[in-house]
DNA sequence: TGTTGTGAAGTCGTTCACAGCT
DNA sequence: AGCTGTGAACGACTTCACAACA
């Protein structure tokens, strides 16, 4: 697999080909062509091709690509192809619901820890919500892969902190603070209000 | 203001400008430079320039930036000056806790509608919930801003086509499916599940 | 001296256009 | 005829580098 310089959009648009290519394949079909995949994922045809040339060659020419096939190649890219085990802290209304998003799970991630640092022992699935003081303890015995940090940004840096003490490599962060963090860690930030903001900037150049 | 030719990103960073000029303000400073906001955001002194530059000429050289005026240019600029009536299709896990989303209101972001197919009648904060066939009817009442879809998939499109027929103009959706809509809906959208696949591509590529 | 504002240069991602294959 | 794979052209965003100013 090579792996230089491949543009960060690329790897969004191939999750999202990733999951048209699945509904697809629930649909019955067999086969799709770079048009079949642009006109569900708006990206235009010629880009859904260079996206896959980064990778290789997945389809055939003439015809197009096996949705299954295809769909196996892609899961190998960004690695679905495998179980991740995610920890979570942090369990307000929006950490809550990560817990239980439905989307996680069928992607292959696995919610293996719940933390915050109150309402301990509380069950969420088949989890009971740790105390964060514990977290480096339980991740030597679990061996989390990912975590995600949805406490208050006065804590957030903090979490993170002990994620990465205790091996984490990957975060996910839905503080609204940016994070200092090894260059060895990857990290993404994801802050909702800022989607709305957006919208609320289309909306006001048009008035 | 010029509106030519904005890049995206460009509206997303000015939105992450705002919340860090906040933080500083609240922290009673009064002078900020580039180079300040760059160690705050992570983005280039160069760059947070370049970004004001395509809206006006906020700072004084030499000196830096007034904060408290920078963030109120900031605001007129994204449309935060004003509050936007937001209405929210979905109560699920997920949508349950974008209502109460403290990120929102402090942003100018009001709830003022919720919407589903069950439990209606129940109490989110100081709303109730309402069926979304009655959404045009309480949209002419209450004058919807924006709408946020947090169906389904397989309801997204209708509740898309229902928000754009009471006159929203720009929906944040959380379904992960495309939704057809005219040219002048503005329409973002948002896959949780994008988020962590491509922390797996990152971390699958370093092994 | 320190910092902004900005044209120019450079880099990165997308679109074009077509050869190559079925 | 239809569709992929890809170099080349294009366009967009970022960084550089420096004049203007406090």
Redesign the pocket.
Known sequence: MKKN??????IM?LSSYSRVLNDALAKGDKI??????SALTG???????????YF??????????NIEELKNNISKIIGTDRNWKVAIAGLGHLGGSLVSYPGFLTRGFIMAGIFDVKNIGEKYGNLYVEHIDNFETIAKKVGFDLGIIVVPKEFAQNVADIMIKSGIKAILNFAPIMLDVPENVEIKNVDLSMFLEMLSYYMSIKM
């Open positions: 310089k491949i543009p960060e959009v690329t648009r799709i062509s770079s048009k079949g995949i990206v235009s045809p010629d880009q859904v091709r260079k996206d896959f040339a290789g060659e997945f389809g055939v020419r003439g015809i197009g690509y």
